[in-house]
């Protein structure tokens, strides 16, 4: 199986900074696109950035020039900078991964438990 595990959430004043962490662990042969997706009370959840095993990024646009997805593939981890946060930002952050497993021909997703993000005003 495989697992995706979190840190780094928290509570934070507004324009305050955090830094989120995910590994991908266990069977893994290959891992693809990694991401950050985020669920706000009453809302859907949605991307708010991705990052391929050659380093392409894609990220939503309330989070451009704030928020910087990077990506060690040797140890199948993504981190989230977050700086200059705003209470809009709050929400549980979910990891996501595409992942090949050992003697597996297909590629499968996985999400991460998520962890929660406060940024009070």
């Known amino acids: 199986q495989v697992q995706l595990v979190e840190s780094g959430g928290g509570l934070v004043q507004a324009g305050g900074s955090l830094r989120l962490s995910c590994a991908a662990s266990g069977n893994i042969f290959k891992v693809n696109v990694m991401g950050w997706y985020r669920q706000a009370p009453g809302k859907q959840r949605e991307m708010v950035a991705t990052i391929t095993g050659g380093g392409i990024i894609n990220c939503v646009d309330s989070v451009k020039g704030r928020f910087t997805i990077s990506r060690d593939n040797a140890k199948n981890t993504i981190y989230l900078q977050m700086n200059s946060l705003k209470p809009e930002d709050t929400a549980v952050y979910y990891c996501?991964?595409?992942?090949?497993?050992?003697?597996?021909?297909?590629?499968?997703?996985?999400w991460g438990q998520g962890t929660q993000v406060t940024v009070s005003s």
């Open positions: 996501n991964a595409i992942v090949q497993r050992v003697g597996v021909p297909v590629s499968y997703e996985y």
